[in-house]
């Protein structure tokens, strides 16, 4: 069959384009990117039904192009971090191109070895390489070409969850006439704190497909800064006179407990990265020896199922990259003109190293992170942590410590800014490498070239890196960061929180000044092992119950506005779940097992693509408000009401989106015909 085709490649750089603008506005929004795989895979089954010829091989290329949207978009998390701390007045085409694609294409490489021993030979489940798998299957064309059963979940579904949130995000970011979060903040005697919760339905998308373990989890995060964290800190230390509830425990929140969360965050990670050691060391022997039996002709004939790129080809391509790594990462250091010489090239020199040593390191342990939980769950931002924290430390042994070269403010700024741009790229080597083994693991089993997979994710990569600068940049002018407004007047409460990023920039400030508050990092260390030890205890008891850490952390790090709809989201998962199982049930049908798997396999593949239409919808609305923001220079171009209308606001949007997500379980769990 047809595989590598003109058609399908450039299918899958559109749909790569539209994901990746998609996930931009979501990542610097709310701190979460959801993957394009599945949506991907639904959305090139319909189009190609409509040519001759298309194959369940040519679907699998283009949702292999397409999920680089997913995941090489997590980048925000870092590079929105050099605008943050000045060091740029914008996103300049070349560099953040560079870097992503330089990353994005390492990642490919350092997993190609691995695929063998974490894919054919492990027994890593992939969750979302097997469920994309699956409706490759089911949806695309066989050899009758049989047409799809009316009534299967299809891009329709994707189409009818993009225009309800696309709908409610224009009535609110646009119009203005639904408020876009409900707050409450007050005070107990000496104590203030709050709770919020966001008018998103994308976040709802989100939680519907994370889950309800991760959803809880989340939740408890919550309810551990809002509740426990935020009420010590603002009695132990009470407000000065004046300053009000909310203005008082979101600082507290967020100069203090996120810095908690940060260290659930990297205690979480490096737990991850513990368990995973011996897998990862096993199987990289494992993959060289694979490797030398067929370069020494000892391991037969090779079929199409089992050719990976070439060997040499890899090494080579590895190796042929630090050059240009190399020249991008000069530019970077030089441009300013603070550091010349030797130590402009040490600099250079020891950044390249670290990019590709942490880069193979985090690219073993993303590999297996994504066969055991899926790419969309993989720490990313925890292994992003790591790699900030480790290249501050390195830069500061470098250059004399905060004591040292680094009591030059200028000096400080501009490692800080190499802190941030290093681990750019070791973001985006871990995200890619995430995702390449997950879609591999799709191609084993639809039959799929492994090498021609591999080069299809490069292309995905490629176009990706030329899409984030420009969407970044139209972003960024219409809305701006959190401390960071690109023109003066701007409202501060419309920036986007860019949550990630400003953790990043807050870890390399704080490390290279000297200034970090290691206290309440040390707090949330302890609060992430008490969380890993329960979690091992519910797992030891073999029940369904857990407890992930990082998700507690996440919880604990993200807005309260943004965790909340989350939780909805995996909530209403959850009770459609329940209502099929007790359908099921009255059906005769078992409740568990293969049985209901089969029972329940429709309705839940129309919940995971209805969840996606709504990520999908509100995020392209997003992208386009930016548009039309920039072009009239007016944050609120599209305002039909007054701020005088904001109690009004509140309770139409409270109660639609109750609405919006009663009708999304319903169209899951309510459909008289299953799947219909």
Known sequence: ??????RGVILGVLITVVFTAANI??????????????????????????????????????????????????????????VMVGYWAGFPFWQ???????????????????????????????????????????????????????????????????????GFSV?????????????????????????????????????YLVGIIVGLAMLVGVLLAWGVAVPILSYLHPAEAGIDAATYATGLWRHNVRLIGAGAIGVAAIWTLIQLFMPMVEGVKASLAALAAVRSGKGGVVPNTERDLPFDYVVGTSLALMLPLAGVLYYFIGQSGVFSGGMLWALVITSTIFCYIIGFVVATACGYMAGL????????????????????????????????QLANPD???????????????????????????????????????????????????????????????????????????????????????????????????????????????????????????VDEILKKLGGVARLPPLAVGLGIYLPAAVTTPVSAGAFVAWLADRYLKARAAKAGVATSGPAFEAYAELPRRRGTLLASGLIVGESLVGVLLAGLIVAADNQAPLALVSDGFAPIAEWLAAIFFLIACFDLYRRVAGSKKWGS
Not at 178 to 206: H, Q
């Open 411 to 533: 000096i400080q700024k501009q490692a800080i800014a190499i802190a941030l741009f290093v681990t750019a790229v070791v973001l985006a080597i871990a995200t890619i490498s995430n995702d390449n083994l997950q879609d591999l693991k799709t191609g084993q089993l639809v039959g799929a070239t492994p090498a021609k997979q591999q080069l299809a994710l490069i292309v995905g990569v490629i176009a990706g890196a030329i899409v984030i600068p420009p969407i970044l940049e139209l972003v960024y002018q219409a809305y701006g960061f959190a401390g960071a407004l690109p023109h003066a007047g701007m409202d501060p409460n419309k920036a986007l929180g860019a949550p990630q990023a400003t953790l990043m920039s807050t870890l390399a400030t704080g490390i290279l000044s000297g200034k970090l508050d290691w206290t309440m990092i040390g707090i949330g260390v302890a609060v992430g092992m008490a969380l890993i030890v």
């Open 171 to 207: 009535i609110s970011s646009g119009f203005a006439i639904f408020a876009t979060e409900i707050s409450v903040f007050f005070r107990v005697g000496g104590i203030a704190t709050g709770i919020g919760a966001g008018m998103s339905l994308a976040l709802v998308g989100a939680g």
């Open 1 to 6: 069959m047809r595989e590598f085709t003109l």
């Open 373 to 404: 939980i899926g790419s969309s769950n993989s720490p990313i931002s925890g292994i992003g942590i790591l790699a900030v924290v480790s290249a501050g430390v390195l830069l500061s042994m470098l250059l004399g410590g905060p004591q040292g």
């Open 96 to 166: 953040t191109s560079g870097i992503c694609a330089l990353g994005g294409i390492l990642g490919v490489m350092f997993t190609v070895p691995l695929r063998r021993a974490m894919v054919v030979e492990s027994d890593l489940p992939y969750p979302e390489g097997v469920a994309a798998a699956e409706i490759l299957k089911v949806g695309s064309p066989g050899e009758d070409d049989a047409p799809p059963q009316p009534g299967q979940p299809g891009l329709r579904d994707v189409v009818i969850g993009s225009v309800i949130s696309a």
């Open 25 to 82: 506005y979501l990542g610097l929004k709310v701190g979460l990117t959801f993957a394009s795989s599945i949506p991907a895979a639904v959305i090139s089954m319909a189009v190609l039904r409509l040519v001759k010829g298309s194959n369940i091989l040519e679907n699998n290329i283009v949702q292999t192009i397409a999920s680089a949207a997913g995941t090489l978009s997590s980048i925000i998390f870092v590079l929105p971090g050099l």
